[in-house]
């Protein structure tokens, strides 16, 4: 009889195997998969170099730094060199930022602007947007394009990126002891296949809930600078997510694919009756006697 041909294949796990609620924990490690990945995606967004660099061009609409700098650019200069004290602030800047005697003499406008932005991100950063409010009465309307740049803003924060880092620990660990269950309660190939499944699973709402929100930010109509940076804030944002489930998507699809490619190949290859079943159940002792008895 040829090793090719196959007898029916006895429905259901061997004996010594539950696979009851077997649905239940993949969609378990999917919710852990989908959440891991969204605080590591805040915790890339909150991580101080992207978001100083993001914060600092919704600075620049709300400061008005370059009118300041154009209005009181020489008044800046005029006090640092009659000031005996080290460093002065920007008159008329609504940021305590300070700069050097020397710093305020020998940069122009622009550099003077760029010191101003990079120092006022890492305020904001700290702080928050209430670095602003010096009155603390400062009230924003939340829908008001002020209101949701302070929404915004307040996302990319030291406080934010140290909540992010807990909740990533928190969520690998889940995701980890899922992952663990998920194996425990498969055998063979079918365990690669449900680790991709789950991952497929996480990834498709998460690149989904990204990318609208990312399309969603062209809703902002106007043409205003406060507007534009308030877009440009939110699309970068949204991209580190979207990219991220991207990755996952992917990384999902090839190891279901290759987990299903793997079950078929074993299912029809001549040395296939030494191997597990494509259900996914280890049962060598029982094809080795199937075999046995063919011959």
Known sequence: MSLLHREPRPSGPPAGIDD???AAYTFFLGICVFLLIAALSARQVTAPGP???VLAS????????????????DELREIAAASNQSSVTVPGYPLDVYVTRQEAATLSN???RDLL??????????????????????????FSPDGLMEQAAGMLSEKQHGRANAAAILFALLTALAAVLVVLRNSGFKRMRQLGIATVMAAVPGFTAAWLAGRAVTALGGDDP??????DIILAVSSVPERNYLVALAAGLVITLTAVSFSLALRYLPLASEAPYDDGYDDVARRRAEFLRRK
């Open 20 to 22: 009851s609620g077997t």
């Open 58 to 73: 919704g600075i620049a609409s709300l400061s008005e730094v370059d009118l300041v700098l154009a209005q009181h650019g």
């Open 117 to 142: 932005l990079e120092r006022s991100a890492a305020i904001v950063y700290a702080e928050g947007l209430g670095a602003f409010d010096r009155t603390g009465s400062q009230q924003l309307s939340f």
């Open 110 to 112: 622009a550099q003077l």
């Open 226 to 231: 406060l507007r534009h940076d308030l877009r």
């Open 51 to 53: 978001a100083t660099d």
